[in-house]
């Protein structure tokens, strides 16, 4: 199993709405693009100075399906339309569990 972290920064200028519907846009990718055994995604819960924003957490049953999804082109149009307008930074890892 593969699972995959991404810890998004928002910029300063990302309001509370686009936030939430960044988020929710990359809830949907479970349903649009699907290939994964489990997805969260949420915003950080503010308990300490200087965290990220928000991650998404997905677990695939192998690399081959985070390959599929990571290529996908209804996954790269959320990143495109969604993610990158608001991004200030981004961090990522996959590992075996």
Known sequence: MIRHVVVFTWSA????????????????????????????????????????????VADFPDAEAFYRYAQDPVHLAVIAEHVRPILAARSAVQYRM
């Open 13 to 56: 200028d990302a309001d509370a709405e686009r936030r939430a519907t960044t988020l929710e846009a990359l809830r949907g990718l479970r349903r649009e693009v699907g290939g994964m055994s489990s997805l969260v995604v949420a915003d950080d819960a503010g308990l300490v100075d200087g965290n990220a924003s928000s991650v998404l």
